[in-house]
């Protein structure tokens, strides 16, 4: 049973961690999608997200995303940083990128521009194989656990690697659709010594499109959210809706696995509640994802995340509204 155990932890390390995390708050810090985003509001800005993921299992995963970036009108580009970390408490992965992002902006129209961007990133990916116990360390009689094993499993505790990715996104005061494509040179990230696993290049197609509703005198704003990704095997569809009224923000997705790679896979994968609020320059943002699977009770799913404008830049005109 423990061998197995071993087995499955191996096989999961290799196969699910070469997937990127997702944020559930793709709308609110959209750095965490594209680069294009990079300067995006015409100022200077910073944030940080924070999510767990299925913490009922007691196989929690825990990931923050911070970033600082500003705008340089004198170039109409914008330059940026971003950190991105994720870890797993069970298994003691954990993966750590730094990227340096660049975007620049151009009109194409009275009301739309277009922001295509590249980002240059340094990531490291490490695991405590020291922690794991194999079954011939184990002596069953005398309860000794031996130091060393003639297991074959060669593995490098941890591995480093350059990645590129790039971004479009076309704007207009009020709406915004974008598209990019993360680890365009499909870095090795094989933990194994001598070993190729390349990791798969990430998709998206994302956008929030602005509803008019109410008339011109009604300041309230409604907008049609969505997401997909694609990365290998993996795909994820996220559908919904955000409303804006005053300072606050309410918000509803559902999350599905439209292209099945299982006949056992769920379709619809959680329904996903957000309530954000703005302050003098902060956005506020909460998010629980609400699992609809079989997969039991895994506590859900939440995301915190805040961001600050530090020239309170909401209003710019031609900036996307996020």
Not at 191 to 211: A, R, T, W
Not at 214 to 237: C, E, S
Not at 259 to 287: C, Q
Request: with cysteine.
């Amino acid at each position: 049973m423990k061998k197995l155990l071993y087995i499955f932890v191996l096989a999961s390390f290799f196969k699910g961690f070469s997937q990127d995390p997702i944020h559930t708050q793709f709308f609110m810090v959209p750095e965490t999608l594209s680069s294009s985003f990079t300067g995006a509001k015409q100022t200077t800005r910073a944030g940080i997200i924070h999510r767990t993921q299925w913490p009922g299992l007691n196989f929690s995963i825990n990931t923050q995303f911070a970033f600082v970036d500003n705008w340089f009108e004198e170039i109409k580009s914008g330059i940026g940083i971003s950190v991105l970390n994720h870890k797993e408490t069970t298994t003691r992965y954990n993966f750590t990128q730094v990227n340096l992002n660049y975007a620049y902006q151009f009109q194409i129209s009275d009301e739309w521009n277009v922001r295509p961007s590249i980002s240059v990133g340094y990531g490291a990916k490490d695991f405590g194989f020291q922690n794991l116990v194999l079954e011939d360390q184990i002596n069953i009689f005398s309860g000794i656990i031996n130091a060393n094993s003639i297991d074959p499993i060669n593995l490098n505790e941890s591995v480093r690697f350059i990645d590129f990715g790039a971004s479009v996104l076309f704007n207009s005061e009020n709406s915004w659709v974008g598209f990019t494509v993360k680890h365009l040179n499909r870095p090795n990230v094989s933990m194994e010594i001598g070993g190729q696993e390349n990791l798969d290049m990430f998709m998206s197609l994302h956008g929030s499109l602005y509803i008019p509703f109410g008339g011109y005198k009604n300041d309230n704003k409604l907008f049609v959210l969505a997401n997909g990704m694609m990365q290998g095997a993996y795909n994820r569809f996220d559908l919904g809706a955000k409303y804006e009224m005053d300072r606050f923000s309410f918000g509803l997705l559902a999350a599905t696995n439209p292209i099945k790679t299982d006949p056992n896979s769920h379709f619809l994968t959680s329904i996903n509640a957000f309530v954000g609020m703005d302050w003098e320059g902060f956005r506020f943002g909460y998010s629980y994802d609400f699992n609809v699977t079989e997969i039991g009770r895994t506590g859900g799913v939440y995301e915190l995340s805040i961001s600050y404008d530090f020239l309170n830049n909401d209003n710019c005109f031609g900036c996307p509204d996020y």
